[in-house]
């Protein structure tokens, strides 16, 4: 199976697991060699991600009346190299030696690749606002309201991929939520 095939019937799975079906995992390849070409999603997550970056710095900089935030395409995609290497790693330490650990592969991978529909979604606000069709207020409301079902959808994911309670599926939401967050914050100062 290529990089490619291996990407839609991921993403073919993603879809199928936010309609909360637990079918959508048969989509995603679960080997060792599927956990470790996961991370791959990187190469789309990347300019998604840097793009978000780039629009929030300019709004930043018009809603303080000043010239737009510096940008740095490098910090952004540091910052996302370390919240791509910390998530997991973080998800390894949690789970180890509890009922999840038998899991955690199959997580981190749905989580991966789950990651590029994630930032899809997040980032049509955005372009709405860089292209001029919508105002600030409009970008704000429509992202925070997606950023709740993006939420929602990766405490979906931990609860299936994980077979674990509400509860502790939203733990490991509020987890991720808080390490991107505080590296964020340690690598942009």
Not at 79 to 89: K, S, Y
Not at 108 to 124: A, E, G, R
Request: with cysteine; net charge neutral.
């Amino acid at each position: 199976m290529t990089w490619l095939s291996e990407a839609v019937a991921a993403l073919t799975g993603a879809f199928v697991l936010a309609l909360g079906r637990e079918d959508g995992f048969e989509h995603f390849n679960l080997t060792a060699d599927g956990f470790w070409r996961s991370f791959a999603a990187v190469i789309v997550v990347a300019p998604l991600y840097v793009y978000a970056d780039r629009v929030q710095a300019v709004t930043v900089g018009q809603l303080q009346g000043l010239e737009p935030a510096s940008f740095s395409p490098a910090l952004s995609l540091l910052t996302l190299a370390v919240e791509w290497i910390a998530w997991p790693v973080a998800v390894a330490l949690l789970t180890f030696r509890t009922r999840f650990s038998a899991l955690f592969a199959r997580f981190i991978t749905v989580y991966n690749w789950t990651s590029i529909p994630v930032l899809v979604v997040m980032v049509i606000p955005l372009c709405a606002l860089d292209a001029g069709l919508i105002g600030l207020k409009a970008a704000a409301s429509a992202g925070l309201v997606l950023l709740c079902a993006a939420l929602w959808y990766r405490w979906q994911i931990a609860r299936l991929a994980l077979e674990a309670t509400p509860l502790v599926a939203a733990g490991l939401v509020g987890g991720d939520v808080v390490l991107g967050l505080a590296i964020r914050r340690l690598i942009s100062g």
